[in-house]
């Protein structure tokens, strides 16, 4: 392609609305795009989804492609691909922005490959230098950020949660909706969905929670969990947990933080019991603010943290907890 021009963001959905890092994505399109003078695209792959169209021009687009079709009722690889491309090569963007979710992990290298380009994963930060893209990513297990640009176009990142800070909507923004055909051979589909389960989630969701309590291996049981999920309710915070603590039992692996669990950005993280493994703290990149508490003054935690308290976390938490307990009663 030639005469690349444009943002464009591959939009998600979620319980019939558009999904929240969509959203960051868009805030970060709309930034990108105001330094370069051009306009801010998305692509809103789905069935039903055409009404959603105003509310991601409402969320910062100018042009919105519609390629809404039953074959696009869930995400499939076969299916959601060649729609992704056939609206690349329609909008034709200098830039191709995607969520760092379970969708954009799947999508996006394979569609980077369809455009003949390369697409940077996990991205903390996007900024333009000299007319081009600069993506920040972190590496060496979060200890360190590299900055990333690509010679081929159009430019392509996935984007971390949390990394980005959405626009105020605005209803009265006023943009152009475009409708694209699927043309796809169901044939091609060579997967088929024949079941979904989905784990609900008590309290806050653990990427939503702006407190969490985290607890390692060195919380030491089940009960010990009990003990941090009532100071993070009391907090109305979640709780989240280390790799660890999951394979020993004491949480759900739904609260697993990390390389291979959720990655957050809470304002404060309370770490119990925890060592500070590069791979545990991978997740906690976008955390403002870590408190550790561990009886090994040499964890790697207390190079993270804010405030380290060196203790056994039973003759901390407990005090804590009840000083918590006095401050909502009075």
């Known amino acids: 392609m030639a005469n690349e021009s444009g943002v464009l963001?591959?939009?998600?959905t979620a319980d019939g609305a558009v999904a929240g890092i969509t959203l960051e994505v868009l805030g970060a399109a709309r930034r990108l795009a105001d330094g370069l003078g051009q306009p801010v695209q998305a692509a809103l792959l789905g069935q039903g989804v055409e009404p959603l169209a105003q509310a991601l021009?409402?969320?910062?687009?100018?042009?919105v492609?519609?390629?809404?079709?039953p074959i696009l009722a869930e995400y499939q690889t076969d299916?959601?691909?060649p729609a992704a491309e056939k609206v690349c090569r329609e909008a034709n963007p200098s830039i191709v922005l995607l969520g760092q979710t379970d969708v954009g992990r799947d999508l996006g290298p394979r569609l980077a490959f369809r455009l003949g380009t390369a697409v940077a994963m996990d991205c903390l930060d996007l900024a333009i230098s000299g007319g081009r893209l600069v993506m920040t990513r972190a590496c060496y297990g979060g200890n360190a950020n590299a900055q990333h640009t690509c010679k081929a176009m159009p430019q392509m990142a996935t984007v971390r949660v949390k990394s980005q800070e959405p626009l105020a909507p605005d209803a009265s923004r006023q943009g152009q909706v475009i409708?694209?055909?699927a043309d796809i051979d169901p044939a091609a589909v060579r997967t088929k969905i024949t079941d979904r389960r989905k784990v609900e989630a008590e309290g806050i969701r653990l990427e939503d929670a702006e407190v969490i309590v985290g607890g390692g291996r060195g919380v030491?049981?089940?009960e010990g969990f009990q003990t941090l999920t009532e100071l993070a309710d009391l907090m109305k915070g979640a709780v989240g947990s280390t790799r660890a603590a999951c394979d020993a039992g004491f949480c759900s692996v739904a609260t697993q933080i990390g390389l291979t669990g959720k990655?957050?950005?809470?304002?404060?993280?309370?770490?119990?019991?925890i060592s500070g493994a590069s791979q545990h703290m991978a997740g906690l990149s976008g955390a403002k603010n870590i408190v550790a508490i561990n009886k090994d003054p040499e964890a790697n935690v207390f190079r993270y943290c804010r405030y380290g308290i060196v203790s056994d976390w039973k003759a901390v938490v407990p005090t804590f907890l009840s000083k918590v307990r006095q401050l909502k009663a009075g």
């Open 9 to 12: 963001v591959i939009a998600e």
């Open 57 to 63: 021009i409402a969320a910062g687009a100018d042009k």
């Open 65 to 69: 492609y519609v390629v809404d079709a």
């Open 79 to 81: 299916a959601f691909v």
């Open 179 to 181: 409708k694209v055909a």
């Open 220 to 222: 030491g049981s089940l």
């Open 263 to 273: 990655v957050v950005s809470p304002a404060l993280y309370i770490a119990v019991g």
